[in-house]
Nanobody
Framework: QVQLVESGGGLVQPGGSLRLSCVVS????????MHWYRQVPGKERELVAF????????YYVDSVKGRFSISRDNTKNTVYLQMNLLKPEDTAVYYC?????????WGQGTQVTVSS
């Protein structure tokens, strides 16, 4: 059974930082392209970043470039999202997704709130 468990969300002031983690089990982690999405109530889920299996390729949505960094540790089956210079508009539930061959697997999400 594939499981993705996110952690690291919370309340942070504007300009602050958080690091999200997503631990994956039940698949060959190195073969999965890992994604971070976010969703605000009433809006579609938005792709934030993804990283290839070996970590050699990354993508960021324009709104987070220069502030967020995605990385992975294939020895720990974990993907990270380092979020710096957080803004109130980054407030959302953040989800990790594993794209594994023709299947997508999702975590349960972790809330990030940026507010003073």
């Amino acid at each position: 059974q594939v499981q993705l468990v996110e952690s690291g969300g919370g309340l942070v002031q504007p300009g602050g930082s958080l690091r999200l983690s997503c631990v994956v089990s039940g698949l060959s982690f190195r073969s999965a392209t890992m994604h971070w999405y976010r969703q605000v109530p009433g809006k579609e889920r938005e792709l934030v970043a993804f990283i290839s299996g070996a970590g050699s390729s990354t993508y960021y949505v324009d709104s987070v470039k220069g502030r967020f960094s995605i990385s992975r540790d294939n020895t720990k089956n974990t993907v990270y999202l380092q979020m710096n210079l957080l803004k109130p508009e980054d407030t959302a539930v953040y989800y990790c997704k594993a794209a594994y061959f023709r299947y997508d697997y999702w975590g349960q999400g972790t809330q990030v709130t940026v507010s003073s």
